[in-house]
T-cell receptor
Framework: DSGVTQTPKHLITATGQRVTLRCSPRSGDLSVYWYQQSLDQGLQFLIQYYNGEERAKGNILERFSAQQFPDLHSELNLSSLELGDSALYFC???????????????FGPGTRLTVL | AQKITQTQPGMFVQEKEAVTLDCTYDTSDPSYGLFWYKQPSSGEMIFLIYQGSYDQQNATEGRYSLNFQKARKSANLVISASQLGDSAMYFCAMRELNRDDKIIFGKGTRLHILP
């Protein structure tokens, strides 16, 4: 158990809908990262928040948005869903900001999103 | 251009043998970090090892070591004395610390350990 929790575990929805994925980082970790893993695209970094502020942005679509709240939990909002958005969405957390060894990322179990 | 290349989509290795998983990277940033992650069939991502671009020595973590050849832009993962539980997908990743801090993953190598 990494200490990172994600809810829900599975989500099935229809095209055009909007969903919210939730992540609680490990206690004390200030950084939260979101990743998308799909069969054709592999593992893609979406976005990072550090202590409530957006820190780095990856291949995140405009239909997607995220935020980190004062209690450090984070939400990833996916809207106008398409079939191609079906994927495993991971959240990870780390203590620090940079990419050093001290900034080891701990991954949550993921949310499996299926868009029908 | 692909920044992280893992050329071995799949590998079969006999139990107790050592195995090397290849990873090459491309960056012009002098400051970067290299990571290896393991993803078993259960789906979770497990951090294995980290190498900083300025680290003089190869990183080691138990049975895992990273063969870092900076001039060749290579960061191969070596697993010694492989075990059945090592069967998993392995991802190499890089973070360029002076750029936008994006983390880029390779496509992964599926490792099968044979009894």
């Amino acid at each position: 158990d990494s200490g990172v929790t994600q809810t829900p575990k599975h989500l099935i929805t229809a095209t055009g809908q909007r969903v919210t994925l939730r992540c609680s980082p490990r206690s004390g970790d200030l950084s939260v990262y979101w990743y998308q893993q799909s069969l054709d695209q592999g593992l893609q970094f979406l976005i990072q928040y550090y202590n409530g502020e957006e820190r780095a942005k990856g291949n995140i679509l405009e239909r997607f948005s995220a935020q980190q709240f004062p209690d450090l939990h984070s939400e990833l909002n996916l809207s106008s869903l398409e079939l191609g958005d079906s994927a495993l969405y991971f959240c990870a957390s780390s203590a620090g900001l940079a990419g050093g060894e001290e900034d080891e990322q701990f991954f949550g179990p993921g949310t499996r999103l299926t868009v029908l | 251009a692909q920044k992280i290349t893992q050329t071995q989509p799949g590998m079969f290795v006999q139990e107790k043998e050592a195995v090397t998983l290849d990873c090459t990277y491309d960056t012009s940033d002098p400051s970067y970090g290299l990571f290896w992650y393991k993803q078993p069939s259960s789906g979770e991502m497990i951090f294995l090892i980290y190498q900083g671009s300025y680290d003089q020595q190869n990183a080691t973590e138990g049975r895992y070591s990273l063969n870092f050849q900076k001039a060749r832009k290579s960061a191969n993962l070596v697993i010694s004395a492989s075990q059945l539980g090592d069967s998993a997908m392995y991802f190499c990743a890089m973070r360029e610390l002076n750029r936008d801090d994006k983390i880029i993953f390779g496509k992964g190598t599926r490792l099968h350990i044979l009894p």
